[in-house]
């Protein structure tokens, strides 16, 4: 017989990973709290309907939803863009007081312009450390898509920030 999922700990563990990948997209600590906590929400509602592997992969893509939703509801990808752009061309990164902080819009303003899948790979693989292997069974995918998935992100995400 299976042991009752122990709903605790899964959202212990995966609330902050999740909090720091929504808040690559969002502009506020506040609305990356908000979407988590609606996305563990909604999975409580639906788990009915979903098998326990499958609860990591579907709080991403939910999560990811929202964020986006919450983009487009408040247009904040092109006033983001159009806010760092300023500030970028306002100072060198030398002159810049906080070159980290600068270095991190830029790195969010592109991470924005990736697709989604590639986005969240690279989330997966630099942020929360996770292998190719875990990747794959957090995406639904194989390790070689993984691979391939990863190569063209980073491509992506140099290409864009060639200038910088």
């Avoid at 563990?40 to 990811?64: C, G, M, P, S, T």
């Avoid at 904040?76 to 990164?93: M, Q, R």
């Avoid at 030398?94 to 819009?105: G, L, T, V």
């Avoid at 991470?111 to 630099?126: I, P, V, Y």
């Amino acid at each position: 017989m299976d042991s009752p999922f122990d709903w605790e700990e899964f959202i212990k563990e995966k609330s902050k990973k999740l909090f720091y990948y929504v808040l690559k997209f969002v502009s506020t600590k506040e609305d990356a709290e908000d979407i988590v906590q609606s996305t563990f929400i909604k999975l409580l509602q639906n788990q009915h309907k979903l098998d326990e592997e499958y609860y990591e992969r579907w709080i991403y893509r939910v999560a990811h939803n929202k964020s986006m939703n919450l983009l487009k509801k408040n247009k904040l990808i092109w006033k983001k863009t159009e806010e760092i752009t300023l500030s970028t061309k306002a100072y060198t990164i030398d002159e810049y007081e906080n070159k980290d902080e600068i270095i991190k819009q830029e790195i969010r303003k592109h991470f924005l312009r990736l697709k989604e899948k590639q986005a969240l790979a690279l989330e997966l693989q630099f942020y929360q450390k996770k292998t190719y292997k875990e990747i794959a069974n957090i995406m639904g995918l194989s390790v070689p898509a993984v691979e391939s998935l990863l190569v063209r992100a980073k491509k992506e995400m140099k290409k864009n920030m060639q200038g910088f």
